[in-house]
């Protein structure tokens, strides 16, 4: 079975603090993803990532950063964490094979930032 | 742009009564569809899919068909159990480099025995 594994499923932050979340998968998969989400918006991506060392930004960057250094892991980074994110955030991952491939969830990191 | 629109919710239910879940969509070229379900305390775990046009998904007794058509890919299921209150998500897949999904905005379900 494809694991998702995420580093918290709670957190509590302060605003102003540096916080990681972290993602790791155990199947070779070559894409992984970030998404928040919040009631009545769905999912929305902040960062995905297609091999190791490479990012590109989804929908809603802005307030974070993530880093790839491996193929496994992947890491959401919010630099000054602000009130307003305060989320679910959740990683997924995924194959790479030309057609739409099923990505995998892990459990979820709710985020609370006082 | 690309975009998913679901069926307004909570949706509240009696034990084996009929379900439908409306999702239409907004895409250019021909993505794929997907039913993605979270169950209380979870992240998201594949329900079903379809990709291309006619295609049915079908698994755990829910179906959709991805009607090119009128844009659509409803969620369906003729007797629903306890089991299935959840929050159910439509999406779409762009071949993008990486295979991004759109979602919708979730519907809960809530099955009442």
């Known amino acids: 079975d494809v694991k998702v594994t995420q580093s918290s499923r709670y957190l509590v932050k302060r605003t102003g603090e540096k916080v990681f979340l972290e993602c790791v998968q155990d199947?070779?998969?070559?894409?992984m993803f970030w998404y928040r989400q919040d009631p009545g918006l769905g999912l929305r991506l902040i960062y995905f990532?297609?091999?190791?060392?490479?990012?590109e930004k989804g929908d809603i960057p802005e307030g974070y950063s993530v880093s790839r250094e491996k193929k496994e892991r992947f890491s959401l980074i919010l630099e000054s964490a602000s009130t307003n994110q305060t989320s679910m955030y959740l990683c997924?991952?995924?194959?790479?094979?030309?057609?739409?491939?099923?990505?995998?969830f892990g459990p979820g990191t709710r985020l609370t930032v006082l | 742009g690309d975009s998913v629109t679901q069926m307004e919710g909570p949706v509240t239910l009696s034990e084996e009564a009929f379900l439908t879940i409306n999702c239409t969509y907004t895409?250019?070229?021909?993505?794929?569809l997907f039913w993605y379900v979270q169950y209380p305390g979870e992240g998201l775990q594949l329900l079903l899919k379809?990709?291309?046009?006619?295609d049915k998904g079908s698994n755990k007794g829910f179906e959709a068909t991805y009607r090119k058509e009128t844009t659509s890919f409803h969620l369906e299921k003729g007797s629903v159990q306890v089991s299935d209150s959840a929050v159910y998500f439509c999406?779409?897949?762009?071949?993008?480099?990486?295979?991004?999904?759109?979602f919708g905005q979730g519907t809960r379900l809530t099955i009442n025995p």
């Open positions: 990532s297609y091999d190791v060392k490479m990012k």
């Open positions: 997924a991952s995924s194959w790479t094979s030309g057609g739409a491939d099923t990505q995998y």
């Open positions: 379809a990709t291309k046009a006619d």
């Open positions: 199947m070779d998969h070559e894409n």
């Open positions: 999406a779409l897949g762009l071949i993008q480099g990486a295979q991004k999904l759109v």
């Open positions: 895409a250019t070229g021909y993505p794929s």
